[in-house]
């Protein structure tokens, strides 16, 4: 308010300054006119003009004597204006800063935010924290914010008054990278146009290409891309512009760089291709141009993951379908052998899994450790997925390289429905991994007291051994859960049973169950 105040009072400088001017013209031709009068003219008129000429006279030095009172009115609003700026020198509170500022400006008052800028007034900063727990944070100076907010008039009085456009953030990010990030197009015009670097590069290597892609802002990218800006600039984690855009879903962005002769294959550090992230993220319009233009649909990652992988393990189901209408090798294997099908079973993607079994996927596959679909969504406790295998045939009797089954699997992890099903559809309670264990002997290991419940109560021996010659008792006795001991001694277990070192349970015992044993 008292900045308004004071541009007002200039203005009114400026025209009362003007009156004077125009009066001082008057009494000066008003004089000539004097000097002039032929000396028959009357007394009469020469006293009429004298008269005028005085109450001119007059009115001048009034107004002379206000405008020497508004210039030291000026003068003072000036001093007061130079002892905020003193005052916000010293000070922290940034927003009243940026406020001051933002109001100097929105007055046009040059002089004093030159003299602002020339205390360093725009080099104070803000933190902005992008976590709650404030590990990642951006230290922002005025000029900034002022671009990542759009204030195109602050932008523009900070620039003239001579502040650096280049300026970087904590995290190493431009005027121009923050004007492009948030889409702020007439902020990125004026910031080019004035020279700034369109290829500034934050901390982690992005360009305001890659803000402005990342984010679809497809006015900026038109610009920039139109003025060189590099359309394969990679960050240090090698995503370019395109990559940034099909991740993110942003179609119209991809289209134009790809019109404009970005690489559709090129690979992040990771081996990803935009058709690989725009699979990933369930991007279907994204993926279906990409695949128009020609993109590699079995392109690999560095772990050996493609399109169909990545959008089977995330349950994408639209783009499974349009890949595999597409030719998608749906028995594809990444570096560990995992096919899409094993993937949708590991993160039950029950539609997924479904659509892949429906068009002929492989049930048995299995992975580098002999995993199957089935052995993978036992081990997760995936339910429904786990009834739908096995209602189509999944081999519920399959072993891994360890020879581990699918009971023996939820038997380990506790997932007690799982093991309900299993055995219901006649799965061997009794199997035995290359280490001898069982799914009780397991069970009893974890301290999976209702898993423990439930295979005694279906027949499990409570006496069987490992090759190590641990029965269920002692491997529950040496871990410590007393609630499986209790319910296996209850249940007739033999608490004398020795392993193949003559170590009974009492032996191997932690203290808690050691004193329940003695206790007998």
């Known amino acids: 308010m008292k900045l ?51 109450q001119i006279n007059e009115e001048s030095n009034k ?40 109001e100097l400006s929105s007055q046009g008052n040059r002089k004093m935010i030159s003299k602002a800028c020339e205390e360093g007034l725009w080099k104070k900063t803000t933190t902005v924290h992008f976590r709650d727990d404030g590990d990642e944070f951006d230290e922002r100076n005025v000029l900034h914010v002022a671009s990542n907010k759009g204030n195109l008039k602050l932008v523009k009085s900070l620039i003239e008054c001579g502040c650096d456009k280049g300026t970087k953030s904590s995290c190493g990010l431009t005027p121009l990278n923050y004007a492009s990030f948030i889409g702020h197009i007439e902020i990125v015009k004026y910031l080019i146009s004035n020279g700034a670097d369109k290829e500034a590069k934050d901390n982690a290597g992005s360009t305001p290409l890659i803000y402005a892609s990342s984010n679809g802002h497809l006015e900026v990218v038109q610009y920039l891309i139109s003025n060189g800006a590099d359309k394969e600039a990679k960050n240090k984690y090698g995503w370019t512009p395109l990559i940034w855009a099909s991740d993110n879903g942003h179609l119209e962005v991809v289209q134009y760089l790809i019109s404009n002769g970005a690489d559709k294959e090129v690979k992040n550090n990771d081996g990803n291709t935009p058709l690989i992230f725009a699979s990933a993220n369930g991007h279907l319009e994204v993926v279906q141009y990409l695949i128009s233009v020609g993109a590699d649909k079995e392109a690999k990652s560095n772990d050996g993951n493609t399109p169909l992988i990545f959008a089977s393990a995330n349950g994408h189901l639209e783009v499974v379908q349009y890949l595999i209408s597409n030719g998608a090798d749906k028995e594809a294997k990444d570096n560990r052998e995992m096919t899409p099908l094993i993937w949708a079973s590991r993160y039950c993607k029950l539609e997924v899994v479904q659509y892949l079994i429906s068009n002929g996927a492989d049930k048995e596959a299995k992975n580098n450790n002999g995993w199957t679909p089935l052995i993978w969504a036992s081990r997760y406790g995936h339910l429904e997925v786990v009834q739908y295998l096995i209602s189509n045939g999944a081999d519920k009797e399959a072993k891994d390289k360890y020879g581990y089954t699918p009971l023996i699997f939820a038997s380990v992890t506790g997932h007690l429905e799982v093991v309900q099903y299993l055995i219901s559809n006649g799965a061997n309670k009794e199997a035995k991994d290359n280490d001898g264990w069982t799914p009780l002997i397991w069970a009893s290991r974890y301290g999976h007291l209702d898993v423990v419940k439930y295979l005694i109560s279906n027949g499990a021996d409570k006496e069987a051994k490992n090759n190590n010659g641990s029965t269920p008792l002692i491997c529950a006795s040496e871990e410590g859960h007393l609630e499986v001991v209790q319910y296996l001694i209850s249940n007739g277990a033999d608490k004398e049973a020795k392993n193949n070192d003559g170590k009974t349970a009492l032996d191997l015992a932690t203290d808690n169950v050691k004193n329940y044993l003695k206790s007998l």
């Open 4 to 54: 308004r105040i004071l541009n007002s009072i200039v203005d009114f400088l400026d025209s009362k300054g003007k009156e004077i001017y125009d009066s001082t013209e008057k009494i000066q031709k008003l004089q000539t006119e004097l000097n002039e009068i032929p000396k028959q003219k009357s007394d009469n008129e020469i006293q009429s003009l004298q008269s005028q000429l005085n």
């Open 63 to 102: 107004l002379k004597e206000k405008l020497n009172e508004m210039e030291s009115n000026t003068n003072q609003a000036d001093e007061t204006i130079l002892s905020k700026i003193k005052e916000l020198k010293e000070s922290d509170d940034f927003e009243s800063i940026y406020n001051f500022l933002d």
